[in-house]
């Protein structure tokens, strides 16, 4: 595809289930950050991959937060036991150089009820 | 802490009337500021990047400026489209993460 493709683009969750979230970046591009934006709010850190390398995951705001790259490419953010306070628009960002921002995707808008 | 400031927060303007918005910064040895324009549902979608005081970049109506505490985008004579929240955000040397300010919310009335 031409950009950054996230999925799903919203996504309703009870509290206490478990969510995956999908970014498919642009191909080829070496790193890719995921960051949360609550409504109204600026885009929050949560963590940072060079290739399928997780090099900073200070941002994830607990140890509920999991997220992976294993071929560097495709990448997936993982929530376990969602809480309401986790609702918010999570995005994914990917680029060639090397902890560059680059293109946002779409993100995705999580409700958890 | 890397910490970023936008004002303001709103902006209504007249189209065709030139404004700047402001973003202060502080952070550890900057690597690069970047400017980003974010639609309604959407995500942010990049504008510009500038890496040393003194730098200026163009692009259609926006111009952005960098000094060593701040960076302005300077809107001229702006146009409905323009509408949109305009993020600022800074790199520190060494890190990967991106600090971003809260926006500036600008609508431009026709």
């Known amino acids: 595809g031409a950009g950054v493709s996230q999925s799903p683009r919203y996504k309703v969750a009870k509290r206490g289930q478990d969510v995956a979230l999908r970014c498919d970046p642009i191909?080829?591009?070496?790193?890719l950050f995921w960051y949360q934006q609550a409504l109204g709010q600026g885009p929050e850190f949560l963590t940072y991959?060079?290739?399928?390398?997780?090099?900073?995951k200070s941002g994830l705001p607990s140890d509920r937060f999991f997220a992976e790259r294993p071929e560097g490419s495709v990448s997936t953010l993982k929530i376990q036991r969602t809480q309401q306070e986790d609702s918010a628009v999570y995005l994914c960002?990917?680029?060639?150089?090397?902890?560059?921002?680059?293109?946002f995707g779409p993100g995705t808008r999580l409700t958890v009820t | 802490e890397d910490q970023v400031t936008q004002s303001p927060e709103a902006l209504r303007l007249q189209e065709g009337e030139s404004s700047s918005l402001n973003c202060s910064y502080t952070?550890?040895?900057?690597?690069?500021l970047f400017w980003y324009r974010q639609d309604p549902g959407k995500g942010p979608e990049f504008l510009f990047t500038?890496?040393?005081a003194g730098e200026e970049k163009e692009k259609e109506r926006l111009k952005a400026t960098l000094t060593k505490k701040e960076s302005f985008l300077h809107i001229t004579a702006p146009k409905p489209e323009d509408s949109a929240t305009y993020l600022c955000?800074?790199?520190?040397?060494?890190?990967?993460?991106?600090?971003f300010g809260t926006g500036t919310k600008l609508q431009v009335i026709p």
């Open positions: 960002a990917s680029s060639y150089g090397l902890a560059e921002l680059g293109y």
């Open positions: 955000a800074v790199q520190a040397e060494g890190y990967q993460k991106v600090t």
């Open positions: 191909s080829g591009h070496v790193s």
């Open positions: 500038l890496y040393s």
């Open positions: 952070v550890s040895g900057l690597r690069g």
């Open positions: 991959f060079q290739n399928e390398a997780q090099l900073d």
